[in-house]
Every structure is written in C-alpha cells, then in structure tokens.
C-alpha cells in the first residue's frame, strides 16, 4: 500500500532531476521506491528493451520523463501539460489541415513500440523489400571497409566501398543501415574515431525459444498477451507472449504457439553471453513456462534461436554518445545512418529514422 500510495501521490509532490544523467533506477528509487523499481519497473524494462534499469539512462530512453520533472516538478503532471499543449496547437490548426501528419499521442508511449507483426510473420517485410528491389540487391558478399575516396574537394567526399570478393564500388553517397558493431568495423581504419564511437554502444544477449502444444496440454487460459518476469524471481525467462492469443492463424486447430525470451543466465548466475547449450537452455525456459503456465507433457514443436548482439542498449552516456556521431558526421559529407542503435528501437522507430536520412538523401541528389 505504501508504494501505491506513493506512486499514485506523485501529481501533488515536486522534484528536480539532477544535473547529470542518472540511471532508470535511480530516477524510479528516488520518486517511487524500490518496490515499484523491482515489481513494475524492470520486468517492463527487460520484456521491452532487454534492458537493465540500473545501467539505462533517463535522458538516454525517456528523455521526455526528464523534461517534464525539470519543467513541471513532476512526471504526471507534465505528461497532462504536454498532453494539453499538444490538443491545443491540433485545435488551432485551420479546418482541413494537418499537424504535420503525426497523431495525437502521450509522449511516453510514443517511445513504446506497438504491438503488431505481419500476417505471414516479421520476415514478410524484408522479403517484400527485396522484391522491390530486385536485382539491385547483391546476396552473399560481405563488405569489408568503407573509406572516403579522393581528397573530398568542395567538401564533398565520394565512398569507396571494398567487397569481400576483391570488387571495389565507388559511389557518391552512402548508407550504411548496418548494427552499430558492424558499422564500426567498416569504418575503423577510414574514420577510426566514429567508428570507435559506435563500437562503443553495448547491445545485450537475448535468446528465444518458441513453443508449440496442444491446447490440452496447457491449463492456463492464456488469456492476454503473456506474461513477465520480475529479475528478482531469478528465472531465466523475462517474458513469454502468447502467439496464438495475439494474432490469428498464428497456431493450427487445437494448438497453442508461445514465444519466451530470456537471458543468457538467470540473475546470480556467472554472466556469460553464451547458454551452457542449446538443449538445455531451452529446457530450463521450458521448465520455467510449465510451471507458470500449468503445462504437462513435451511441446509438439519448439525452435530456438540465440543472438550475443540482439539489441542496443541506451544506458547512461547514449544520448551524449549519439550527438558526437551526428556531429562527426556532419564533417563527412554523403555518409549515413540509419539504425536502432540511434534514437528507436522499434519497427515504427527504425521507419522513420530511414525516412529521414531517405528524404535527406533526396534532397540532395541530382535526378
């Protein structure tokens, strides 16, 4: 009761954020306590940035959280503040017209990503890009440094890209929509200091495991989204989400479809970025899930997947660290990137960074 209250009390207390950049943790400790960080706060923060609320930066990810305390002396209200400012601006607008295309929206979840996919599955959007594209697209061949190519004369510097198989490409413009540790690695000989920056965004471990049973074998009714994990139950899975209940035909008659996504080890555990194996990785989450879940018996199907560098992390110091890379690429003309290591991590995110540099780019190329 007493962190309700105080969770529920905050519109009528005043705080100050302080001057440098403090960890969610913190932020959360100071004006809510520990039990709102340990029980809402970081299953959250884990199911939906695989993140670790002791190392993630409130400017970094929620900066709007950290303008309104500074402004308003409180979260809650300078969310209705914003939330007012913004109605007002839309009602102003003359009949017919259009606020810049962007829909009316709280601030906080407009950081969120939605919840949604493709009726065929995630895959079906690249797949439709490389239609598009066609024979534009070159499968199979690595690229090996991207440089500047000449002495940039006017300021205008051409890229010369060096294939895996010997080739060599010379272009005016590039994008490099590549994970900040690859983008590092092309460019550590060219450009070593931005290279050294985006080799410095840490990304964190995640493993999946998806499971398919017959809808007898699970007691739960598996009504909602899934579930998740607070890290302090120290389990290895952080969330599972129910396919099935999501999304149609995402499971045959009489079948039930969850995904789990955990951690490399349970929190405790000696950390290691690599699972003690593939099979019993998966049936340590396998285990977790029956229990929660009430399922008996060995799932009809199940695919494992694992990746060391699945998601960048925006922990204390990110923003800061994105503002030299826009201000070293601003001295290195017709270089690009677009990426969820930037300012998104979600789809709707990742869209709309490669929006920008799309409509940058545009502007500047001679058709």
Known sequence: MPAKVRLLSEAFRSSHPPLEEESLADFVQRKFGTEVLDNLVDPFISTIFFGDPHKMGMESAFPALVQWERKEGSVLRGAIRARRSK????NALPVGSESN???????????????GSFRSGMGRLPERLAEVLGEQ?????????????????????????????????????VVLALPAYAAAEVLANSVPQLGSRLGAIEYAAVGTVSFAYDR?????????????????EGLHTICTFWNSSLFPRRGPEGKVVMTSFAGPTAPGEAQSETPPGKEEYARQVQAENARVLGIVGEPVDRVVWHDTRALPQYNVGHVRRVREIYEMLATLSNLYLAGNFLTGRSVGDCVQIADRVAEDLRSRVSV
Do not use: C, Y
């Open 87 to 90: 109605g007002d601006a839309e």
């Open 137 to 173: 697209i070159r499968f199979g061949i690595g690229i090996t440094s991207v440089a500047p190519h000449g002495d940039g004369h006017g300021g205008n510097h051409r890229w010369q890209i060096a294939l895996s198989n010997g080739d060599q490409i010379v272009t005016e413009h």
């Open 216 to 232: 007898s074998q699970v007691a739960h009714a598996l009504d909602g989204f899934g579930f998740m994990v607070p890290r302090r």
């Open 101 to 115: 295309g962007k829909r009316s929206s709280w601030h906080v979840t407009d950081a969120l990503p939605l919840l």
